[in-house]
């Protein structure tokens, strides 16, 4: 790396950077602990709990939604991993006819919004009885997720040395114990730093949840859009801070696998 | 549904399980024991507007509790942020041919929800005579027999009623204007201290509709089905007054907020000095809960405010009927009207008819404490206005976002 | 066929690899937008719709409404993703030097990536509301007497709330993405034109960026679809009108009048379509100018 230390300019411009980064989670943390801090209160003049009392209560229903909300993503992260990794590993190893088309059809859910995917789906997924149910929902965040899952592994496979395969052939390996022995253990970084990210992708979805779930399915978003646009900003700011848990969780969980994965880690995520 | 036939080989093909549908006539047909035993053990998905904390507690806390313990039924409220989308869902189950085994079993509804749900015949009809509590509704009172001009014919059960309020912060503002003609000289007066929500939002629809009286001379020309004539008289006065005020709005004008609450967020950060709700009491918990500031009072005009009713409706694609009514039956009664009756839990008005109970309840509630910010309901209805009719109410708010919305 | 990497006689097997993608995102994606497109042109057996037409896209470009969207949403997505862009850059410069506390600040570059876009807007309606804190800092300050004085960022007509809020979780994005490429080549190159003298510009216009260019543009495209395609965004920070194209689309799908439906469809292709031309434009354009650099 170039140069040690940085400029006092550079640190300035760094500082300000991070405050900027963080300052919008600030006023949220404040309201969660709260009450009626409204203009011209520079500090709330009243304290208080209430906001998280209401979080935590079973009648609120938000724990039970941020429940539903943990097994939705972990089912997208699964289902993305099980048909994302063989793809990536198709797109990384090895060179065949279409391959520049299915090359589209993975990099196409990234550019075309999901809301125009989402509104088209909507008719055949009532009459398949999957609109208004999670695994109506699971299934539609499939779309933004599996792209992104197929795409890091790609680049895995594509550094990926194949010899080891070949050996294990040769030495009489069977398809499944390849996979098991072989792949999957040099791959794994990629497959865990993927899928945690196509866990973050699926639960900050709100639109496609909201169509598809038709209010039934209550994630942490639905119900945070709720209570923002209702003007409970005390109750807002608690959910906020409970929503942005996981991600932080996952960021300090992957930093140890991130160098081998590069920055496609966080394509599909802007 | 028209030339279904042709898509008879996708419709096999698609056909959803038939479940457990309970077609509208074999539940009409039931005792009401016979309801209550077939009820057990279901599941009821309420849709409902859920942005007030205290309103989710009541229904999820309170009537939830009281639907498990005594009639082993499973209430689930259903939040969404605009009624609107429970009706859409219901229409977009029927135009997918999803007759018998919807996802909505109850919505909390009025006005043109109601009617377009009605005038798609997606709403469950006829099952009043059956609800035990139906006998403590005064349906001689045309503000429940009507909701928004159509008549409620046995396809809704009466929850709430609601008279429109103004709000204002006693500490900022000494005496509000009490006419419609002196809060539009107060506007004008103070530049940039009062807005409204854009239409079709409601708040915003209803406030719309107080102008269009105002420019009138009163409600009595625009009753009864909609006029074009009368329409095409009023409306360019209405609109000259509203385009008028615009340079004295919140923003010149230029743009409006989204919803009531987004309007009560101006007037608890000051940016505006008057609210408005359909519900008074809601200036109670808000002040309670800290969303509006502790001097806010609310009030009605003396040339009066609008009031209607709210409804608890069934669609008629819901396979848990059975259940839905018992819940509707539950939240009727006088209780559970009660209870929601308290400042403290909700503070909404009976839509039952008090004077039909027996004198303890009606001593429990004339005995129920107000809030300093909720205007007394009596003093409200010695003004009330009636609400127009859906067609009116479609129009107008139309022709806002026409003629002054997009100016 | 390339005869490059393996080309293995295992037809069938990389079939196998891509059968669960390819059902998965043919019948989702594919399926989906078709299902749109076709519906859009009021086409849809399954409702009884047999009758092809174009009136969804007549109305549609009827009204004055499309283009005053249009207008905004493109306005909105360029200016978000430029600004990011630039911003990310600068920030990446920075980041792949050494220096004290560089975990600790890559951990809080990288933290937003992870925090959903609603949380971000409503941190910053609460920020830059005319009675949010940055209003109440300078009333403080004797700044502002009241609201109405300090300036209109959230629910304005140049979207300055929601441009912020894309900016905000954008640059850490983009900046992670050069920083990658950054890393990936080292010193190197920048040595060697040090060494032949030339100067701090020289080696960022030179040496630097046409290396970074590629990550940029990549992470810039997706930026740009993603803030030309968000709903909940200017759902929440936009003025009522003009709304962005999402927010149009999603109030005529949930129109309680059933026949706006298609006219909702023909809006979604019609976002999916120009979003998709911009695109191409834009790449166009960029690797001309790559070449040309």
């Known amino acids: 790396m170039s140069g040690g230390g940085l400029r006092p300019g550079q640190r300035l411009w760094l500082a300000l950077l991070l405050a900027w980064l963080l300052l919008p989670l600030l006023p949220l943390l404040v309201w969660s602990f709260a ?75 990234t550019i075309v919004p999901g809301l125009a995917v989402a509104l088209g789906l909507h008719v055949i997924f009532i009459r398949l009885g999957l609109a208004n149910s999670l695994p109506g929902v699971i299934i539609v965040h499939l779309i933004p997720t599996l792209p992104y899952m197929a795409l890091v592994m790609a680049g895995v496979f594509a550094n990926y040395d194949a010899s080891y395969e070949e050996q294990a052939r040769s030495l009489g390996a069977g398809t499944w114990a390849v996979w098991r022995h072989v792949v999957l253990p040099a791959v794994y970084p990629g497959i865990i730093v993927g899928a945690l990210f196509a866990f973050i992708v699926s639960w900050s979805q709100y639109v496609m949840t909201l169509l598809i779930g038709g209010g039934k399915v209550v994630s942490v978003p639905l119900l945070l859009f709720n209570f923002a646009s209702a003007g409970r900003n005390d109750i807002a700011g608690a959910i906020s801070i409970l929503y942005i848990v996981p991600g932080v969780l996952i960021i300090l969980l992957s930093a140890r696998h991130l160098r081998g994965v590069g920055a496609m880690r966080t394509y599909s995520n802007p | ?124 009809c006829g099952y009043l005579e059956q609800l035990p509590h139906n006998r403590l509704v005064d349906w001689s009172d045309e503000a429940v027999s009507y909701d928004f ?39 004008e007066a103070n530049p940039g201290r009062f807005t409204y929500p854009a239409p079709p939002d409601f708040t915003g629809s209803v406030f719309v509709r107080h102008v269009f009286y105002h420019a009138a001379g009163g409600p009595e020309a625009l009753l009864g089905p909609f006029r074009q004539e009368v329409y095409d008289e009023v409306a360019p006065k209405a609109w ?127 005995a129920l404490p107000r809030h300093p910010a909720v205007a007394p309901a009596a003093e409200l209805a010695r003004a009330a206005l009636p609400e127009l009719r859906a067609e009116w109410v479609v129009a107008i708010e139309a022709g806002w976002q026409e003629h002054v919305g997009k100016r | 066929m390339s005869a490059s990497a393996s080309p293995r006689r295992e037809h069938p097997r990389i079939l196998l690899l891509l059968a669960p993608a390819l059902v998965a995102l043919g019948l989702l994606f594919g399926g989906g937008l078709l299902l749109g497109l076709a519906r859009s042109f009021g086409y849809m057996p399954l409702l009884g719709l047999t009758e092809p037409n174009l009136d969804a896209y007549r109305a549609l470009f009827a009204d004055g409404d499309f283009l005053a969207s249009f207008a905004l949403t493109f306005y909105i997505a360029f200016v978000s993703t430029a600004v990011s862009a630039v911003l990310a850059i600068g920030a990446a410069l920075i980041l792949r030097r050494s220096f004290a506390g560089k975990r600790a600040m890559l951990f809080l570059f990288q933290l937003n990536i992870t925090i959903p876009h609603l949380v971000g807007a409503i941190g910053i309606l609460y920020l830059f509301s005319q009675s949010g804190a940055f209003a109440r800092l300078a009333r403080e300050l004797g700044m502002i007497a009241q609201p109405a004085d300090f300036p209109a ?115 979604a292709m019609a976002i999916t379509l120009l979003c998709a031309l911009l695109i191409a434009g834009y790449l166009y354009v960029a690797r001309r100018w790559l070449r040309w650099s």
């Open chain 1, 35 to 109: 009450k009626g801090w409204h203009y011209p209160q520079l500090l709330p003049a009243t304290w208080s709990l209430d906001a998280w009392r209401y979080v935590l209560a079973p009648e609120s229903q938000v724990l039970q939604s941020f429940g539903s909300s943990i097994l939705c993503s972990a089912s997208v992260a699964v289902l993305a991993t099980l048909a994302g990794v063989p793809a990536g590993r198709a797109l990384g190893m090895f060179e065949f006819r279409g391959k520049r088309l299915f090359e589209l059809l993975v990099i196409a859910p």
């Open chain 2, 149 to 187: 001009g159509t008549p409620v014919d046995g396809c809704e059960t009466p929850w709430n009623r609601v008279q429109f309020a103004f709000a204002y912060d006693g500490a900022r503002l000494a005496e509000p204007p009490r006419t419609m003609a002196a809060l539009l000289e107060w506007i």
């Open chain 3, 153 to 267: 960022l959230i629910y304005d007509p140049a979207a300055v709330g929601i441009i912020l809020q894309y900016v905000w979780k954008e640059i850490p994005f983009i900046g992670i993405v050069v920083l990658a490429s950054l890393q990936a080549i080292g010193e190197d190159y920048e040595a060697a034109a040090r060494s032949l003298g030339a100067g701090r510009w020289q080696r960022f216009r030179h040496v630097l960026l046409p290396l970074m260019a590629p990550g940029v543009i990549a992470a810039s495209v997706i930026v740009f679809a993603f803030t030309f395609g968000a709903y909940e965004i200017p759902a929440l920070l936009g003025q009522h009108h003009p709304a962005a194209l999402p927010v149009l689309a999603y109030r005529l799908y949930t129109d309680v009048d059933l026949a706006a439906r298609p006219q909702a469809m023909a809006m």
């Open chain 2, 240 to 366: 000259e007054i509203l385009n008028r005020l615009k340079p004295s709005l919140w923003r010149q004008g230029r743009t409006y907020p989204r919803d009531g609450t987004a309007l009560g967020q101006l007037f608890a950060n000051q940016e505006v000095d008057f609210h408005f709700s359909y519900d008074a009491a809601t200036f109670g918990t808000g002040v309670e809960a800290g969303t509006y500031p502790a001097g806010t009072r609310s009030y009605g005009l003396a040339d009066g405010t609008i009031g209607n009713t709210n409804y608890l409706a069934i669609p008629a694609n819901s396979p848990r009927k059975a259940a839905a009514l018992v819940v509707a039956n539950l939240a009727l009664g006088a209780e559970a009207q009660l209870h929601k009756a308290m400042p403290d839990i909700w503070g909404a008005s009976p839509a039952i008819d008090v004077g039909r109970l027996p004198p303890a309840q009606q001593e429990a509630f004339a």
């Open chain 2, 1 to 124: 549904m028209k030339g279904y036939g042709k898509a008879a080989a996708a419709a096999l093909l698609l056909a959803p399980a038939a479940g457990w549908a309970q077609p509208a006539a074999e539940v009409l047909g039931l005792s009401w024991a016979e309801i209550e035993e077939r009820a057990r053990g279901q599941t009821v998905n309420w849709y409902m507007w859920g942005g007030s904390d205290r309103i989710n507690a009541y229904v999820s806390g309170y009537l939830g509790e009281l639907a498990r313990e005594r009639h082993g039924i499973v209430l689930r409220r259903i939040g969404i942020n605009d009624t609107a989308e429970a009706v859409n869902a219901v229409l977009q189950e029927l135009e997918a041919g999803v007759a018998e085994d919807g996802s909505v079993d109850l919505i909390w509804i009025n006005g043109e929800n109601f009617r377009t749900l009605r005038q798609a015949d997606a709403v469950f």
